[in-house]
């Protein structure tokens, strides 16, 4: 009888463990287009149950990304476009691409690094954002599956963009169960410096389905900084208290969206930082996101200590995803970063990375509903 019953445990504890090894993510690769030059570029699809996450080579997009509402049905929260060739027609909307050298802006499109000024590319009013027209959003990454998800590299050489060093830059991209996670690594072989995060929109009611003012919005962030006319940091770190940036208990995006407030004037909405309380360092939660309709709620994780808020204020109704238009404020980002700006600004968080150092950070887009 013991014999039969060690029998049976072995046979359950082994057929458990095939089991658990057929519950990873499932991680398979199609091509989804090629460049002019006839460069392919292919699509990741990393599923694991009812969350599925398409990530492309191309810029390293995440191009859609499935998840269940309270009642299971699984619907695409990112915007975006149904074939290649709408991301490449539409490059400088950014729908979900990894954003480098430098996220956000820098004024004027110049910083200085030990005595030297670099310039950069001018594509935002005086200012360069994102890194001017041919930053990481336009690459196609190598790539390689990896367990529950798959690893994108490049190369940024000497003087791409305007930056200084060869760059190595490596991001994974991985997703266990309701968790998509990114991490970021570099390497430098000259000082130089480095602003990483993702440009994915979102609308927890859907891709295409509406704008996003209704979304309830939590930020564990006490300040922002505020930015002049031209959306640059002044450099002050303000309190939300009493202000329509005060995010610390969930609210409405639309509920004082459209105050007189001189802040929300300059960016026609939200377009800020927030300055997380953690300072940066550590994984921590930085944002919570809830769209009532289909009880889909995002946590945002991040070691960063910002977060850039943007409402979609500048959204032009560009057809996407099934032929629908993405009108203004249909999706939001939520992007974890260092301050805009901060090479100019010494009193900041340092984006710099010297030879010797690797850069590394961390996000987690985590879904659930209530």
């Known amino acids: 009888m013991n014999i039969f019953r060690a029998f049976v445990a072995g046979a359950l504890w082994l057929l458990l463990g095939i089991s658990s090894v057929a519950a990873k993510t499932s991680v398979t690769k199609q091509s989804f287009g090629k460049l002019p030059d006839g460069t392919p570029v292919d699509i990741y699809r990393l599923a694991d149950g009812p969350v599925e996450a398409r990530i492309m080579t191309y810029g390293g997009v995440i191009v859609s990304l499935r998840v269940p509402d309270r009642s299971g049905r699984a619907g695409d929260v990112v915007l975006g476009f149904d074939n290649f060739e ?39 009013g005086p200012n360069s954002l994102h890194s001017g027209p041919h930053g990481f959003n336009t690459v196609v990454w190598k790539a390689k599956p990896i367990e529950n998800g798959v690893e994108l590299s490049y190369l940024s050489k000497d003087g791409e963009g305007g930056y200084p060093g060869n760059l190595n830059v490596m991001v994974r991209y991985t ?27 979102f609308n927890l009611a859907g891709a295409g389905a509406g704008d996003i003012l209704k979304h309830q919005l939590t930020l564990n962030a006490a300040r922002f900084t505020p930015v002049d006319a031209t959306l640059i940091p002044t450099g002050e770190l303000r309190p939300v208290e009493g ?128």
């Open 243 to 370: 202000t329509p940036f005060d995010f610390r208990k969930p609210t409405e995006i639309g509920a004082r969206i459209n105050n007189s407030d001189e802040q929300l004037q300059r960016g026609n909405g939200y377009d800020h930082n927030w300055v997380l309380d953690s300072g940066g360092g550590k994984l921590v939660q930085a944002a919570e996101l809830y769209e009532a309709a289909s009880g889909r709620v995002m946590r945002v994780l991040t070691d960063q200590p910002g977060i850039q808020f943007y409402s979609g204020n500048f959204l032009g109704g560009s057809v996407g995803k099934d032929g629908k238009a993405y009108g203004r404020r249909s999706g939001l980002c939520l992007e974890t970063q260092h301050f805009p700006d901060s090479p100019n600004h010494p009193s900041f968080p340092s984006t710099e990375l010297k030879p010797g150092e690797r850069f590394y950070s961390v996000t987690i887009y985590g879904f659930s509903t209530r």
């Open 175 to 201: 997703l266990v169960k309701v968790d998509l996670r990114i991490e970021y690594f570099a390497t430098t072989d000259k000082d130089t410096v480095l602003n990483l995060t993702n440009g994915s929109f």
């Open 86 to 124: 709408g991301y490449v027609d539409n490059v400088d909307a950014f729908f979900g691409p990894l954003v480098g050298r430098y996220a956000n802006r820098i004024a004027h499109g110049t910083f200085t690094l030990n005595g030297k000024t670099y310039h950069l590319p001018i594509n935002n």
